[in-house]
């Protein structure tokens, strides 16, 4: 069971996961062995299951980032399943109930690069896309 002071580490994880054990103890009044052993048990019981990168997908060479709403053709969902996934410019792929089978988070160079994936998705069903403009706000990692 996850108790208030395994909350704050995680709170402070989500803001920055490189901290060293003693500026997250200082933080919350512990010593770094007990920061460290609580960590572990996180990461040990599955409630903490990784950590990740976020770039800055501009400067990655991805001037532009959409979200794509597909709706899957009869018959192609197992191949969409596994093929989505693996294209590189998927960031983020979900299933999800409602008119449409999969919301994607999808990074792309321009405008024809973008035309080109839509070009990829269409053999699996009817993609609909949305531009994002921008992120609100500081984004959590839930």
Known sequence: ????????????????????????????????????ERIKKLEDTGVIQGYSLRLDQALMG??????????????????ALTE????????????ITGQHNFHIRVALRDQLHLQQFIDKLVTFGEPTTHLILSRLGNEKTL
Do not use: C, H, W
């Open 1 to 36: 069971m996850v108790d208030t002071i395994d909350r704050k580490i995680i709170d402070i994880l989500k803001i920055n996961s490189r901290l060293a054990y003693a500026e997250i103890g200082k933080k919350i009044f512990l010593s770094p062995s007990s920061v460290r």
């Open 62 to 79: 991805n001037n532009l980032e959409v979200f794509v709403m597909l709706k899957i053709f009869s018959g192609k969902f197992q191949t």
């Open 84 to 95: 989505i996934e693996s294209y590189p410019e998927v960031k983020e792929a979900y299933r």
